[in-house]
């Protein structure tokens, strides 16, 4: 762990008058081989339940994963959401907003390409976009990095509108129209989150934006782990998410 994630302090207590933003992968579960083989352990569902109670609605999931995939891990519970960084979001109301827009076909099929060549790395079609895992094949991220670079350099205006995110072993494509900042933007404007303090918990540089806004907005942001942040706040990881939020969420503690 850096020197500056030694000494970023640990969060205040989770007040009633909080809008809670959370990450999914890295901040709720524990990352896996397969985005489709991560587990939710038993504390995840009913703390959430818990603090939508609590913070009367103003909860949201704030993932680079789709609200489908949301939705099945966190099931029956079913959220405020935006998923895949904010091409689609479900509002307070269980209203549906997407943003629509299909990848440059240049990079989606170098992206197809890599794969084809290389044992173990993953291409995951997402809304708008898409993520490229290379969690089993840790020694070619740079290799991929430059190549994905490449592709989307040689679509014309593709880099005006479309962007590499780099996350834990992933490249993420997406809109440049479209963030977590912006989704949590638009949360705020809603009743249900309005006028509150917005905390935005996240792990890696795709919450970043959403970290600033929050932060920008009166609020704080929480990054989890090492790494580089703009969060005034630090949370070790998973297990001291869970504690942190359990504190602010009585149903949701575990039994002893």
Sequence with gaps: ????????????PLTLSAALFLDFDGTLVAFAKHPQDVRVDDWVVPTLRGLQRTLEGALAIVSGRPLHSID????PLVLPAAGAHGAERRDAAGRIERRAAEPPAGIVGCAHELVARHDGLLLEPKPS??????????ELGGMCRETLAAALAREPDAA???????????YELKQRAVSKG???EAFLAEPAFAGRMP???GDDVTDEDGIRVAQAAGGFGIRVGAGLSQ????LADIDAVASWLQRAAPAGRRSA
């Design 160 to 170: 005006l509108g479309w962007e590499l995110l780099e996350g834990h072993c992933v």
């Design 72 to 75: 099945a891990f966190l099931a």
């Design 231 to 234: 969060a005034r706040y630090r």
């Design 182 to 184: 912006h989704a949590v």
């Design 129 to 138: 976009g898409f993520a490229f895992h290379f969690r089993l094949r840790p």
């Design 199 to 201: 905390v935005f918990v």
């Design 1 to 12: 762990m850096d020197l500056k994630s030694l000494l970023d302090p640990a969060p205040p």
